[in-house]
């Protein structure tokens, strides 16, 4: 399970500059043999750290974005992805919002 | 009459005696996938259950080992092999296919063994004919009608309920189903224990932990711990046997709240380093994100 955020200058036409802003979390089991070694065997796997999302719990993240000065346009987008194996991964929840900036 | 007492009693031995037998007790051992398969015929089951049977034909139930033959692939060779050096038994086997394909608890050790060979040929020689006539082999082995609905039906509580009986279909309501079969009720069905015999921490008989995934754990230390009160068959049955869970997209979505809340501001001029106009207001956001696990366990688990 991975949690994307994203803001971006719409104003900008270089894509390489137009990300501000990019962040990423992992909500994951460690599985670890009894050395305390990561291990993806099933019979390998002896322990877990948890570091998934726990059930009937709300997950708080929060982040601080400052931008420059002259930005007028932010699109943010947070996506919450779901990977069942490797690197397929399927978009579980988007949601994009765009603010506006007076800059003067 | 004392004739009579005898004879009754005689009988009622009998019945005792060779009456409906346990699985255990009467079933012989296969030598090849087919003859497990005549033993447990569930050929006829879709004959009356055409619906429930079309739904699992969908589910990963329906492709247990075939789904899966990476990992037990891996099991077979690197872990009984190269890690402990040991023999491919039918017991060392078990510690996969108990799950993925119950029946072959009624395997010989020579079949179960052929089974084993089958599941690395069909990985290390998938996509040419050995590797293809493998798979098409192993998909006849998978988690079928009987696996729940009889081998493992009282299994949860064997010292309790005894073995299951063979022939027997165990459902959760023991409806009368004519002259199709005989059924009983395992209430067992309906509790999130029967499923946890297969999904969670499974041990062995031997003592060896398999963890595949961990999520029956997480049900009960961290959900009915907590006052969760929802069975596994309240959600994942929504779909009846089709048993949707991870690798369904309207489920996962289901089970996961997402709530974002975007609040702009303009921060304080000077406070922000590397701006292009130290003297002007900063373009800001504060981003929360509220991510609620609405389901009974822990998210992603295996």
């Not at chain 1, 000065?69 to 991964?89: F, H, N, R």
């Not at chain 2, 012989?28 to 034909?57: P, Q, R, S, V």
Request: glycine share 8%.
């Amino acid at each position: 399970m991975v949690l994307d955020v994203t803001a971006r200058n719409l104003k900008e036409t270089d894509p390489e500059k137009q990300v501000m802003f990019s962040a990423q979390k992992n909500y994951f089991e460690i599985g670890r043999d009894l050395q305390g070694r990561m291990r993806y065997g099933a019979w390998q796997i002896k322990e877990t750290v948890d570091l998934a999302l726990q059930p009937m719990q709300k997950q708080k993240e929060q982040y601080l974005l400052n931008f420059d000065t002259d930005v007028e346009e932010v699109e943010i987008e947070a996506i919450l992805s779901y990977y069942i194996s490797g690197g397929k991964g399927d978009v579980v929840h988007t949601v994009k919002e765009t603010l506006m900036f007076d800059i003067d | 009459m004392h004739r009579c007492n005898r004879l009754i009693l005689f009988v009622l031995s009998a019945l005792l005696i060779f009456g409906p037998m346990s699985l255990q007790a009467m079933q012989k051992e296969a030598d090849t996938i087919d003859e497990l398969l005549t033993m447990f015929d569930e050929t006829g089951c879709m004959e009356c259950h055409d619906e429930i049977h079309n739904e699992w034909a969908d589910s990963w139930h329906a492709k247990a080992v075939v789904s899966s033959l990476g990992s037990i692939h891996n099991f077979i060779e690197i872990g009984i092999k190269k890690e402990w050096e040991t023999e491919v038994t039918k017991g060392q086997l078990l510690k996969c296919l108990d799950c993925h394909a119950p029946v072959v608890n009624f395997a010989s050790e020579k079949l179960a063994v052929e089974i084993a060979e089958m599941i690395v040929t069909a990985t290390k020689e998938k996509g040419k004919p050995a590797g293809d006539a493998a798979t098409k082999e192993l998909a006849k082995l998978k988690v079928g009608c009987l696996s729940c609905h009889n081998i493992k039906a009282l299994r949860v509580a064997p010292g309790f309920n005894g073995s299951a009986e063979e022939g027997m279909i165990y459902g959760p309501h023991g409806e009368d189903a004519g002259d199709a079969h005989e059924t009983l009720q395992a209430v067992d069905m309906t509790r999130s224990a029967f499923c946890m015999q297969c999904h969670g921490i499974y041990t062995a008989a031997d003592g060896e932990t398999i963890q595949c995934n961990t999520i029956s754990g997480s049900y009960q230390n961290a959900y009915v711990a907590q006052g969760g009160s929802q069975t596994c068959q309240d959600c994942h049955m929504e779909k009846g046997h089709l048993f949707p869970g991870g690798r369904d997209l309207e489920t996962v979505q289901k089970g996961l709240g997402f709530d974002v809340q975007i609040n702009p501001y303009q921060h304080l001029p000077g406070k922000i380093e590397g701006v292009k106009d130290p003297a002007k207001w900063v373009p800001s956001a504060v981003v929360t994100i509220f991510i609620e696990n609405k389901t009974g366990h822990r998210v992603p688990d295996g």
